[in-house]
């Protein structure tokens, strides 16, 4: 059977942070950043503070993907949620915890959004980001895309539980990649994922 893979520390400084959300690691340490299932220089971080939960995706896709390329971010606080991910062409997961929030960007940076858990299915926000604190910002220089969220609109008290991954969704081709917990997946068609990382906030 999958396990969990729990990620638990109340008291280190490595999470009590606030980064500039600019496209950039340099804030970032490797304490806060995890290797990937894709090889090559992959990054996926996390980090928060008391207001903010912060996410970042290091990826040669940040600079050469397109609008199907996609950083998704599934998101649950350990109470509701689902286990079926959303749908993207035609790669739909199961997910390893509940997740009620999902975030997504598209590599062309044209378009981001939140989709909603609301116990039937996923509503899409497309008019999320940009307001109210929610950012992201990304680097094609640096191949690096960060997102800012307020933990009041992720519906986060003491636990954070996520994936981070990739998706392209182009016909014929479709995979999944780049995910952390690393080993949650191998990289490859719709493969559902056997690992989240959980956060004690």
């Not at 062409?89 to 044209?110: F, G, R």
Request: hydrophobic fraction near 35%; include cysteine.
């Amino acid at each position: 059977a999958a396990q969990q893979l729990d990620t638990v520390d109340t008291a280190a400084s490595a999470w009590s942070k606030t980064p500039t959300i600019d496209g950039s690691l340099n804030e970032w340490t490797s304490d806060e950043c995890f290797a990937t299932s894709s090889a090559g220089a992959t990054q996926n971080c996390v980090a928060w503070d008391d207001t903010y939960v912060y996410v970042a995706s290091k990826n040669p896709d940040v600079s050469a993907g397109g609008a199907q390329h996609w950083l998704t971010i599934y998101i649950g606080s350990g109470t509701t949620g689902t286990t079926v991910g959303q749908l993207f062409n035609s790669q739909q997961p199961s997910l390893h915890h509940e997740a009620s929030q999902l975030l997504y960007w598209s590599a062309d940076d044209t378009y981001s959004a939140r989709a909603s858990w609301d116990g039937n299915s996923w509503l899409v926000d497309s008019t999320f980001f940009g307001t109210a604190g929610r950012d992201v910002q990304e680097s094609n220089a640096n191949e690096v895309v960060e997102i800012r969220v307020p933990r009041s609109d992720l519906g986060l008290t003491d636990t954070l539980n996520l994936t981070i991954n990739w998706i392209f969704e182009g016909a014929m081709s479709e995979t999944t990649y780049a995910m952390s917990p690393e080993a949650a997946i191998t990289d490859g068609y719709d493969p559902d994922y056997t690992q989240h990382f959980s956060f004690d906030l």
